[in-house]
């Protein structure tokens, strides 16, 4: 088994008072995509400087591709767009790109130009932008020069801090899709970013950080599969309330002849308890729908669906919006 791309072992930095990182263990493997979510502050761009070997951990360590972060050989094999983009304002893009490939460690070969021409193609940075200074650009274009400085030599790691900040909707679209490229071509990328739905459209793992601390680290399948899913259900008759109290299933919300019943009366009915009876019965007495909180096996609860005649049912497939508040809501720790 080759080493991990990445290995961050019990790394911690302690900035005296402000949130740092706190004893974070990771492993990236070849042909990964990593989502690393959090909001600002979270110990996210720390976490990168640290694992680059940019700042010194307080403790732990870092390797990349089993070998010291700090080597200076490593470099070569990893593509780099930090956060805080600062380029070489009285250069144009054009120079700005070939001045960053030219600083490539010795004997690795140059970026190939026509993998430049079509990242800046894909990119929408036309030869107009490429030959402007970057003093007079926006930060958009800037962002697109920081992106095709990281991916133009095809590295086999790409560290990504917030990629997507800046962009309009078609580059944002055009970064995605050259994320997925990446890992599908096997190589590893780490994309830091609090843009949730863009996690999930690239990630395989999510890896999420709350106040410096890795608090959640699953596959987006396994992830998904443990959350909480929401159900509408609209029926062509009553609305069969004492038959959902089910284990795993909770009623948010039952409507009957467009009154909404309160979820607590609606809980109640699911516990038993002696006065659900007189709520059940309010809650079936006409047609209407019913909002469930799903969790755990589907089956018992399809079975009485079947039993009743349903109109409509919608049952989408969560999303990693609902991980976060999940992992975000009530104090920090």
Do not use: W
């Given at each position: 088994?080759?080493p ?9 930095k302690?900035y005296g ?5 706190h004893a974070l263990d990771?492993?990236l493997?070849a042909?990964?995509?990593l989502?690393f979510?959090?909001?600002n502050g ?7 400087r640290l694992a680059?070997?940019l700042i ?6 870092a390797?990349l591709f089993g070998r010291?972060?700090?080597?200076p ?17 009285r250069?144009t893009?054009?120079q700005?790109?070939?001045f960053?490939?030219?600083l490539?460690p010795a004997?690795t070969?140059?970026?190939?130009p026509?993998?430049?021409?079509e990242?800046c193609e894909r990119?929408?940075?036309p030869?107009s932008d490429l030959?402007?200074?970057?003093r ?7 962002q ?8 133009q030599h ?5 560290v ?10 078609l580059?944002?679209?055009a970064v995605?899709e050259?994320?997925?490229e990446?890992g599908?071509?096997g ?7 609090h843009v949730?739905?863009?996690v999930?459209?690239t990630a395989?793992?999510?890896a999420i950080v ?8 699953e596959?987006?399948e396994?992830?998904?599969?443990s959350?909480?899913?929401?159900m ?6 009553p609305?069969p309330v004492d038959?959902?109290a089910?284990p795993?299933?909770?009623l948010l919300?039952?409507d009957?002849?467009?009154r909404?019943?309160a979820?607590?009366?609606a809980?109640?009915?699911?516990a ?6 007189g709520?059940?019965?309010?809650a079936g007495a ?6 469930l909180?799903v969790?755990g096996?589907l089956?018992?609860l399809?079975?009485v669906l079947?039993r ?5 049912l919608?049952?989408?497939?969560p999303d990693?919006?609902?991980?976060f ?9």
């Amino acid at each position: 088994m080759p080493p991990p791309v990445v290995e961050l072992s019990g790394l911690s930095k302690d900035y005296g008072g402000g949130v740092g990182l706190h004893a974070l263990d990771l492993e990236l493997q070849a042909g990964e995509v990593l989502g690393f979510l959090g909001p600002n502050g979270a110990g996210k761009t720390t976490t990168i400087r640290l694992a680059l070997d940019l700042i010194r951990p307080t403790r732990g360590t870092a390797r990349l591709f089993g070998r010291p972060a700090g080597e200076p050989g490593l470099r070569r094999r990893v593509g780099y767009l930090p956060g805080e983009l600062t380029l070489d304002e009285r250069l144009t893009a054009e120079q700005m790109l070939r001045f960053l490939d030219a600083l490539r460690p010795a004997g690795t070969p140059p970026a190939d130009p026509r993998r430049r021409a079509e990242l800046c193609e894909r990119l929408r940075l036309p030869p107009s932008d490429l030959s402007r200074v970057l003093r007079d650009d926006s930060r958009g274009t800037r962002q697109k020069v920081g992106l095709v400085a990281a991916f133009q030599h095809d590295p086999d790691l790409l560290v990504l801090d917030e990629p997507t900040a800046g962009l309009d909707p078609l580059a944002r679209e055009a970064v995605l899709e050259l994320m997925r490229e990446a890992g599908a071509a096997g190589r590893t990328v780490f994309h830091s970013s609090h843009v949730i739905s863009e996690v999930d459209r690239t990630a395989s793992r999510v890896a999420i950080v709350r106040a410096g601390r890795l608090v959640r680290l699953e596959s987006i399948e396994v992830l998904r599969s443990s959350l909480e899913r929401r159900m509408l259900v609209r029926f062509a008759g009553p609305v069969p309330v004492d038959e959902l109290a089910l284990p795993g299933v909770r009623l948010l919300e039952v409507d009957t002849a467009g009154r909404a019943q309160a979820a607590s009366a609606a809980s109640a009915a699911s516990a038993g308890s002696a006065g659900s009876a007189g709520a059940a019965g309010a809650a079936g007495a006409s047609a209407g729908r019913v909002l469930l909180a799903v969790s755990g096996e589907l089956a018992p609860l399809l079975a009485v669906l079947a039993r009743h005649p349903v109109r409509h049912l919608a049952f989408p497939e969560p999303d990693l919006e609902e991980a976060f508040r999940q992992h975000y809501s009530g104090d920090a720790p």
